[in-house]
């Protein structure tokens, strides 16, 4: 059975980080080994929430543990998301160093949470810095969103072939598979979003219509499931259409039902046979 150590946060009631990411992966029949970088009540764009954060070193002893259980050998995957401090980045990098050195097979997926269009960069400082440097030279995967591409490439895109330029700057980087959400470049239409999974020098997008609906949470989800799929296809342009067409349906239920939390429960058979496919498009 496949296992992912997924690093993230949690929230109790709703669905971002590891509340976000730990179902879909077991609805697909993924082992899931959660570790927590913070506790809290709800996710905080709700303007108030309760709980606590926790430390690189509160990491690593979770990590140690699980170690200490003689399993790190098991595990095929690293998965971490948003990055409350350097500390804890430094924690995830240490962690996939330990997995890889009881699996040298296994991979470890970054999503680069920095910031996205019209709210800037969101993180802390020396976040955006360790992520380029650190984690993403050591990762095999990269899920950024548009903005966060082009952060980690150090450049602006507007064109496809500048998204293409930018991607081929963060592969240098080390991740062999880059996968670009909410793209929006000059010929994606204003009711649709594109998605660009890039892997051996080859391009492939899938393009979806866009939803009236803004909600925490979907990139978590499309970036455990985009991991997941590529650990049984091995095919990014296969994983990019199973993720997107899934995270699609997940998002058309929420917004029908007008939720403020992804219905991450209530559309769990879109994660394993999605009710609208998309198919990947090479360009």
Same mark, same amino acid.
């Given at each position: 059975?496949?296992?992912?150590?997924?690093?993230?946060?949690?929230?109790?009631?709703?669905?971002?980080?590891?509340?976000?990411?730990?179902?879909?992966?077991?609805?697909?029949?993924?082992?899931?080994?959660?570790?927590?970088?913070?506790?809290?009540?709800?996710?905080?764009?709700?303007?108030?929430?309760?709980?606590?954060?926790?430390?690189?070193?509160?990491?690593?002893?979770?990590?140690?543990?699980?170690?200490?259980?003689?399993?790190?050998?098991?595990?095929?995957?690293? =998965?971490?998301?948003? =990055?409350?401090?350097?500390?804890?980045?430094?924690?995830?990098?240490?962690?996939?160093?330990?997995?890889?050195?009881?699996?040298?097979?296994?991979?470890?997926?970054?999503?680069?949470?920095?910031?996205?269009?019209?709210?800037?960069?969101?993180?802390?400082?020396?976040?955006?810095?360790?992520?380029?440097?650190?984690?993403?030279?050591? $990762?095999?995967?990269?899920?950024?969103?548009?903005?966060?591409?082009?952060?980690?490439?150090?450049?602006?895109?507007?064109?496809?072939?500048?998204?293409?330029?930018?991607?081929?700057?963060?592969?240098?980087?080390?991740?062999?598979?880059? =996968?670009?959400?909410?793209? $929006?470049?000059?010929?994606?239409?204003?009711?649709?979003?594109?998605?660009?999974?890039?892997?051996?020098?080859?391009?492939?997008?899938?393009?979806?219509?866009?939803?009236?609906?803004?909600?925490?949470?979907?990139?978590?989800?499309?970036?455990?499931?985009?991991?997941?799929?590529?650990?049984?296809?091995?095919?990014?342009?296969?994983?990019?259409?199973?993720?997107?067409?899934?995270?699609?349906? =997940?998002?058309?239920?929420?917004?029908?039902?007008?939720?403020?939390?992804?219905?991450?429960?209530?559309?769990?058979?879109?994660?394993?046979?999605?009710?609208?496919?998309?198919?990947?498009?090479?360009?």
């Amino acid at each position: 059975m496949t296992a992912v150590l997924s690093i993230q946060s949690h929230v109790a009631y709703g669905h971002v980080g590891n509340s976000s990411a730990v179902f879909p992966l077991q609805r697909l029949g993924i082992e899931v080994w959660p570790v927590h970088t913070v506790q809290f009540s709800n996710h905080t764009g709700y303007g108030e929430w309760r709980g606590r954060v926790f430390d690189g070193q509160a990491v690593e002893e979770v990590v140690d543990g699980i170690a200490d259980r003689g399993v790190l050998g098991r595990c095929d995957a690293v =998965l971490s998301g948003y =990055l409350g401090s350097a500390d804890i980045g430094h924690a995830v990098v240490q962690t996939v160093e330990k997995v890889r050195a009881a699996n040298p097979d296994a991979v470890y997926c970054c999503d680069p949470v920095i910031g996205d269009v019209g709210r800037g960069v969101f993180v802390r400082p020396g976040i955006e810095e360790l992520l380029r440097d650190v984690a993403v030279p050591v $990762a095999d995967l990269v899920t950024p969103n548009h903005f966060e591409l082009d952060l980690l490439a150090g450049t602006t895109t507007r064109t496809l072939a500048e998204v293409e330029d930018a991607v081929a700057a963060v592969h240098a980087l080390g991740p062999r598979v880059v =996968l670009t959400t909410s793209l $929006a470049t000059d010929d994606t239409p204003d009711d649709a979003v594109d998605l660009l999974a890039s892997e051996g020098g080859r391009h492939f997008r899938v393009r979806t219509p866009r939803l009236d609906v803004a909600v925490n949470g979907a990139g978590d989800a499309i970036a455990a499931l985009f991991l997941a799929r590529w650990l049984q296809t091995r095919s990014a342009a296969d994983a990019l259409s199973r993720a997107a067409s899934s995270v699609f349906g =997940l998002l058309s239920r929420t917004e029908a039902a007008r939720s403020r939390e992804i219905l991450l429960v209530d559309a769990q058979e879109e994660f394993v046979a999605p009710s609208r496919v998309f198919e990947p498009v090479e360009v």
